[in-house]
């Protein structure tokens, strides 16, 4: 599975470095940034010390959705207080989590917002899961060089085991499962219940390999006594 790194409006070069410094430094190499031109600034790598491939790769993209166009599985960073529905997780329970994924997905991204407001509720909604640091009270964040290699390191792991492995083939499931879903949600005319509606969305991205497919195997079996 490849991890990507997408970095939503940066503004300062710098902390585009530092991201791209974090990444190599854990076997990271992979960076999309989205609706900014800040990396193309001196400054980027003159904190990108040793991290020149990284910053000569990045792709840029108008909107983050475009940013997504090809990821099976999407990770957001976020305070708790503005996770809503979303499942919620710690930096250290991503790695088991991603570990599962990499079994049958593809590709997945680790979407970090702006430095000052970070990601709208609108990119939010466009994340299987959320995520954040938990830190003291009087301290509430990090920078965004600091916030992308608390991540990193903690995922190292993940890409020494990704370096051995095969392709998977399965990915589009999770996604297919989503549609299916919207798609009964809105036959039984209940689509309207916005709660439960993105209550169900957003517990879908802690579905395994076999809960997916049970998953669709029940929604078949709903849509063909639906449609008798």
């Given at each position: 599975?490849?991890?990507?790194?997408?970095?939503?409006?940066?503004?300062?070069?710098?902390?585009?470095?530092?991201?791209?410094?974090?990444?190599?430094?854990?076997?990271?190499?992979?960076?999309?940034?989205?609706?900014?031109?800040a990396h193309l600034e001196p400054a980027t790598r003159w904190v990108?010390?040793?991290?020149?491939?990284?910053?000569?790769?990045?792709?840029?993209?108008?909107?983050?959705a475009e940013a997504l166009h090809d990821v099976d599985f999407t990770v957001a960073t976020t305070a708790r207080s503005r996770?809503?529905?979303?499942?919620?997780?710690?930096?250290?329970?991503?790695?088991?989590?991603?570990?599962?994924?990499?079994?049958?997905?593809?590709?997945?991204?680790?979407?970090?917002?702006?430095?000052?407001?970070?990601?709208?509720?609108?990119?939010?909604?466009?994340?299987?899961?959320?995520?954040?640091?938990?830190?003291?009270?009087?301290?509430?964040?990090?920078?965004?060089?600091?916030?992308?290699?608390?991540?990193?390191?903690?995922?190292?792991?993940?890409?020494?085991?990704?370096?051995?492995?095969?392709?998977?083939?399965?990915?589009?499931?999770?996604?297919?499962?989503?549609?299916?879903?919207?798609?009964?949600?809105?036959?039984?005319?209940?689509?309207?219940?916005?709660?439960?509606?993105?209550?169900?969305?957003?517990?879908?991205?802690?579905?395994?390999?076999?809960?997916?497919?049970?998953?669709?195997?029940?929604?078949?079996?709903?849509?063909?006594?639906?449609?008798?």
């Amino acid at each position: 599975m490849r991890v990507t790194i997408i970095l939503v409006a940066p503004a300062r070069a710098e902390n585009i470095g530092a991201a791209a410094r974090a990444m190599k430094t854990m076997g990271f190499g992979d960076m999309r940034i989205v609706d900014s031109q800040a990396h193309l600034e001196p400054a980027t790598r003159w904190v990108a010390h040793g991290s020149a491939d990284i910053i000569d790769n990045i792709s840029v993209y108008p909107t983050l959705a475009e940013a997504l166009h090809d990821v099976d599985f999407t990770v957001a960073t976020t305070a708790r207080s503005r996770a809503k529905f979303h499942y919620y997780a710690t930096p250290a329970e991503l790695l088991p989590l991603l570990q599962e994924k990499s079994q049958w997905m593809n590709h997945a991204a680790l979407v970090f917002g702006r430095e000052d407001s970070g990601l709208t509720n609108e990119e939010l909604a466009l994340a299987d899961v959320l995520t954040g640091v938990p830190m003291v009270a009087d301290y509430p964040s990090l920078n965004l060089g600091q916030a992308v290699m608390v991540y990193c390191y903690q995922l190292a792991g993940l890409m020494q085991q990704l370096a051995k492995q095969t392709e998977v083939t399965d990915a589009p499931q999770l996604q297919a499962l989503r549609t299916r879903v919207s798609q009964l949600l809105a036959t039984l005319d209940v689509a309207d219940d916005i709660k439960l509606a993105d209550w169900l969305q957003q517990r879908l991205g802690l579905s395994g390999q076999r809960d997916t497919a049970m998953l669709h195997r029940l929604l078949h079996d709903i849509e063909k006594n639906i449609t008798k």
